[in-house]
């Protein structure tokens, strides 16, 4: 069965740095799109970033756009998050997705989600 694994979270002050990885198993995701969302308590889970299956076509919301880069390995089957200048309004359950198509990720095409990893800024 196909799993999305993901690790890095944990407590950090606001300007900190993190990365998150997002590691596949049970098969490989390399030709599809992935991607990163998150979720604040008492809030919807919300899009971050994405990428194709190259790592290209990057996409980032405007809140972490400037401070945040998706990378990948595929040789890895691994997904990063690179997280800098971190903010108290980051604080989040961070989620990895894989979508069904190579090029683009959306809350419809998405197929595989990670159980999440905890990200929290202290201010």
């Known amino acids: 069965q196909a799993q999305l694994v993901e690790s890095g979270g944990r407590l950090v002050q606001t300007g900190d740095s993190l990365r998150l990885s997002c590691v596949a198993s049970?098969?490989?995701?390399?030709?599809?799109?992935m991607g990163w969302y998150r979720q604040a308590p008492g809030k919807e889970r919300e899009f971050v970033a994405s990428c194709d299956w190259k790592g290209g076509t990057r996409r980032y919301s405007d809140a972490v756009k400037g401070r945040f880069t998706i990378s990948r390995d595929n040789a890895k089957n691994t997904v990063f998050l690179q997280m800098n200048s971190l903010e108290p309004t980051d604080t989040a359950i961070y989620y990895c997705a894989a979508s069904r198509h190579a090029a683009a990720v959306a809350l419809e095409t998405i197929t595989t989600w990670g159980q999440g990893t905890q990200v929290t800024v202290s201010s």
């Open positions: 049970g098969r490989t995701f390399s030709n599809n799109a």
